[in-house]
């Protein structure tokens, strides 16, 4: 199966627990079950610092309460480079994301924009599978690495195709400059602003997606749907209806 297993999973040496709220979502919703987040990063490499970054944020995920599963991109087909997209890590993503409440996205930034590997994952999400919607609904936190001057192309990108993916992208993001300096030489996220950033973004996605977790189906309902697929408001069960009747 193409999932990244993560190493020393409970090992924080860069978090300072002094200032961690570890439930960072109590009072906004239930967290049973737990979230579950899918995390997506953008590069082959071996010493790939997208996935460092993304390994550092399921390790946080985890303090915070959550479930996480890292896809591993090295056996994904291009996009329509297998006849009916019939392939396991193919199949494997799309129930990954399935499974999936939230995701965590983070890419290099190549030649400006975002990388094939990343944008290819992407892309073997389709908006609408079965009737099943592999993306909607669903929260997003955006993530970059790059190798030079701190930059946001990528992010901007993501942002982008998270709104395309019709997911709900929470405000902050991390954006991480000169990222071969930032990282030991186990893989670890060195102590810096950069590494804060990152707790706040995952402390954030808990958030959202504990809160918008009872109302996700509601809030992606569409009348153009309803309408395509035949399925009228019934009055007497509809809340608006209701509220609207008992007012008039």
Same mark, same amino acid.
């Given at each position: 199966?193409?999932?990244?297993?993560? #190493?020393?999973?409970?090992?924080?040496?860069?978090?300072?627990?002094?200032? !961690?709220?570890?439930?960072p979502?109590?009072?906004?919703?239930?967290?049973?079950?737990?979230?579950?987040?899918?995390?997506?990063?953008?590069s082959?490499?071996?010493?790939s610092f997208?996935?460092?970054?993304v390994?550092?944020?399921?390790?946080?995920?985890?303090?915070?309460?959550?479930?996480?599963?890292?896809?591993?991109?090295?056996?994904?087909?291009?996009? $329509?480079? !297998?006849?009916?997209?019939?392939?396991?890590?193919?199949?494997?993503?799309?129930?990954? #994301?399935?499974?999936s409440?939230?995701? !965590?996205?983070?890419?290099?930034?190549?030649?400006?924009?975002i990388?094939g590997?990343?944008?290819?994952?992407v892309?073997?999400?389709?908006?609408?599978?079965?009737?099943?919607?592999?993306?909607?609904?669903?929260?997003?936190? !955006?993530? @970059?690495? #790059?190798?030079?001057?701190?930059?946001?192309?990528?992010?901007?990108t993501?942002?982008?195709?998270?709104?395309?993916?019709?997911?709900?992208?929470?405000?902050?993001?991390? #954006?991480?400059?000169?990222?071969? @300096?930032?990282?030991? $030489?186990?893989?670890?996220?060195?102590?810096?602003?950069?590494?804060d950033?990152?707790?706040?973004?995952?402390?954030?996605?808990?958030?959202?997606?504990?809160?918008?977790?009872?109302?996700?189906? @509601?809030?992606?309902?569409?009348?153009?749907?309803?309408?395509?697929?035949?399925v009228?408001?019934?009055?007497a069960?509809?809340?608006?209806?209701?509220?609207?009747?008992?007012? @008039?």
């Open positions: 199966m193409p999932l990244r297993q993560l #190493s020393d999973p409970d090992h924080l040496p860069a978090l300072d627990p002094r200032y !961690v709220h570890q439930r979502a109590l009072g906004l919703g239930a967290n049973d079950p737990v979230p579950r987040i899918l995390l997506l990063y953008g082959l490499r071996e010493r997208s996935r460092l970054c390994e550092e944020a399921a390790r946080l995920l985890r303090f915070f309460g959550c479930e996480t599963r890292i896809f591993d991109p090295a056996t994904l087909p291009l996009p $329509d480079q !297998v006849t009916g997209d019939d392939h396991p890590a193919v199949h494997e993503l799309r129930e990954l #994301s399935m499974w409440e939230g995701h !965590v996205w983070c890419s290099p930034e190549r030649h400006g924009q990388t590997v990343m944008k290819a994952q892309d073997h999400l389709p908006l609408n599978m079965g009737g099943m919607r592999t993306t909607q609904g669903r929260t997003l936190a !955006v993530c @970059q690495v #790059s190798a030079g001057s701190q930059s946001f192309n990528s992010v901007n993501l942002r982008v195709l998270g709104r395309w993916m019709r997911m709900f992208t929470i405000p902050n993001q991390s #954006s991480v400059a000169k990222a071969f @300096q930032e990282f030991d $030489d186990a893989g670890r996220m060195k102590p810096s602003s950069y590494y950033r990152i707790v706040d973004v995952m402390e954030e996605l808990v958030r959202f997606t504990v809160l918008l977790r009872p109302h996700s189906v @509601q809030l992606v309902d569409r009348y153009s749907e309803r309408k395509e697929a035949g009228p408001i019934d009055p069960t509809d809340l608006s209806s209701i509220a609207t009747a008992t007012r @008039q």
